[in-house]
């Protein structure tokens, strides 16, 4: 297997947190991880991390930043060239085929790779972001901390191609087609990298 080159999409969000997770997770083994900002600094990578943050607010930089041939277009492009993707909150919102509870302001279009409906900020505001014990399939039975942060909820999976590894409450919190991994919650703040090991080895 080609050793995996990670990049972190840096326009928004917490994507400096994802850097250490995915150092944490190669036990520092020395493969390269990149932040992404621009098409070019997309080329070389392997495995893209799309992380939490404001999916209107990244969604509105990756069509804007350049204007011809955007970023959008790029991830797209690569991702039918095989690079895998690990959407993380906003991310997964990001990734999906459909969205509900659009801002009335700025409603923005999935990029479609993993073919779930998504409603944002789901759960409720930020007050009622919370922390909860998951079991994940095929995981090892430690528990994986779960941390909610005005997340959104995949509230349906619309096709069989899709796992789905982990639930709360019957909702889908973490699932994955042949090559998008797309989480609702934050395994990037946890000390525990079973996650972000699980997706390199995509
Ligand atoms: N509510 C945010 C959104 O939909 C996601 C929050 C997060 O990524 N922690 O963009």
Same mark, same amino acid.
């Given at each position: 297997?080609?050793? +995996?080159?990670?990049?972190?999409?840096?326009?928004? !969000?917490? &994507?400096?947190?994802?850097?250490? *997770?995915?150092?944490?997770?190669?036990?520092?083994?020395? $493969? +390269?991880? @990149? #932040?992404?900002?621009?098409?070019? %600094?997309?080329? +070389?990578?392997?495995?893209?991390?799309?992380? =939490? =943050?404001? /999916?209107?607010?990244?969604?509105?930089?990756?069509?804007?930043?350049?204007?011809?041939?955007?970023?959008?277009?790029?991830?797209?492009?690569?991702?039918?060239?095989?690079?895998?993707? &690990? =959407?993380?909150?906003? !991310?997964?919102?990001?990734?999906s085929t459909e969205i509900e509870r659009q801002s009335e302001n700025d409603p923005f279009e999935?990029? =479609?790779?993993?073919?779930?409906? @998504?409603?944002?900020?789901? $759960?409720?505001?930020?007050?009622? /972001?919370f922390e909860v014990k998951l079991r994940i399939k095929d995981f090892n039975p430690k528990d &994986?901390?779960?941390?909610?942060?005005?997340?959104?909820?995949?509230?349906?999976?619309?096709? +069989? %191609?899709?796992?789905? #590894? /982990?639930?709360?409450?019957?909702? @889908?919190?973490? *699932?994955?087609?042949?090559?998008? #991994?797309?989480?609702? &919650?934050?395994?990037?703040?946890?000390? %525990?990298?079973?996650?972000?090991? $699980?997706?390199?080895?995509?």
């Amino acid at each position: 297997m080609q050793e +995996p080159i990670v990049g972190v999409l840096a326009l928004q !969000g917490d &994507f400096r947190e994802h850097v250490l *997770a995915v150092r944490r997770a190669m036990n520092d083994l020395n $493969y +390269p991880v @990149t #932040l992404v900002k621009t098409k070019k %600094d997309i080329e +070389p990578i392997t495995h893209l991390i799309i992380p =939490g =943050g404001e /999916s209107t607010v990244m969604s509105k930089l990756s069509i804007v930043h350049q204007s011809e041939e955007n970023l959008r277009k790029k991830i797209i492009q690569k991702h039918s060239e095989g690079m895998k993707i &690990f =959407g993380v909150c906003a !991310g997964v919102v990001l990734l999906s085929t459909e969205i509900e509870r659009q801002s009335e302001n700025d409603p923005f279009e999935g990029l =479609g790779l993993i073919d779930i409906s @998504t409603a944002r900020n789901a $759960y409720g505001r930020q007050i009622d /972001s919370f922390e909860v014990k998951l079991r994940i399939k095929d995981f090892n039975p430690k528990d &994986f901390h779960g941390v909610f942060i005005r997340a959104p909820q995949i509230i349906s999976v619309n096709s +069989p %191609d899709i796992e789905v #590894l /982990s639930t709360h409450r019957d909702v @889908t919190i973490l *699932a994955r087609n042949e090559s998008v #991994l797309a989480c609702t &919650f934050h395994p990037e703040l946890t000390e %525990d990298s079973r996650i972000h090991k $699980y997706f390199l080895s995509m």
